[in-house]
């Protein structure tokens, strides 16, 4: 992730201004993701960054002030980023409570989230998903639809401990 001031809209690159264009088009980079404050791109496999990083810093930095862009909504970019926040900025929160969130999909702009461990049941859970997550993942993704949490299957009701009964004849 290249962070820069980029005022571009959120999502996919398709086309790029500037020397970013044809590595992209000719396959150096794989693909390419806008978000505010940065831009993320993957290098080919079997390429190092060793030998190509400073050329691709190079061309994400001037393309970054030329128009030219091609810029698609995606929902591969609104999971990375989910994720990003999930497993990274709310890591140390989530786990300090007890809790597992995962990314369980981005479709149409609509991210649904699965909240394990301590998240489970917890009466917070609700303020966690869109107090924290939403607005963190809102911040740097604007055309997020909604969050939501997937829907738990019925279960055994809670508090309550099942004891067998024994028949002593």
């Known amino acids: 992730r290249w962070v820069t001031d980029v005022?571009?809209?959120v999502g996919r690159v398709v086309a790029?201004?500037?020397?970013?264009?044809?590595?992209?088009?000719y396959d150096v980079l794989t693909r390419v993701f806008v978000e505010p404050g940065g831009v993320w791109t993957w290098l080919a496999p079997g390429l190092s960054w060793t030998d190509h990083g400073p050329r691709?810093?190079?061309a994400v930095?001037?393309?970054v002030?030329?128009?030219g862009w091609r810029i698609d909504e995606d929902d591969d970019?609104?999971?990375l980023i989910a994720r990003d926040v999930v497993d990274g900025e709310l890591a140390g929160y989530i786990s300090s409570h007890g809790g597992v969130i995962t990314v369980e999909s981005a479709a149409d702009g609509v991210l649904t989230l699965d909240f394990g461990g301590a998240c489970t049941d917890c009466?917070?859970?609700g303020s966690t998903l869109h107090d924290r997550?939403?607005?963190a993942v809102r911040e740097r993704y604007p055309a997020l639809v909604a969050v939501q949490q997937r829907p738990r299957q019925a279960s055994r009701p809670h508090g309550w401990i099942g004891v067998l009964q024994r028949h002593v004849p």
């Open 77 to 79: 970019l609104l999971a």
């Open 61 to 63: 930095s001037a393309a």
């Open 123 to 125: 009466p917070a859970a």
């Open 56 to 58: 691709i810093r190079d």
């Open 7 to 9: 005022a571009l809209p």
């Open 133 to 135: 997550i939403e607005s």
């Open 65 to 67: 002030d030329l128009d």
């Open 16 to 25: 790029a201004p500037g020397t970013l264009g044809p590595l992209l088009d």
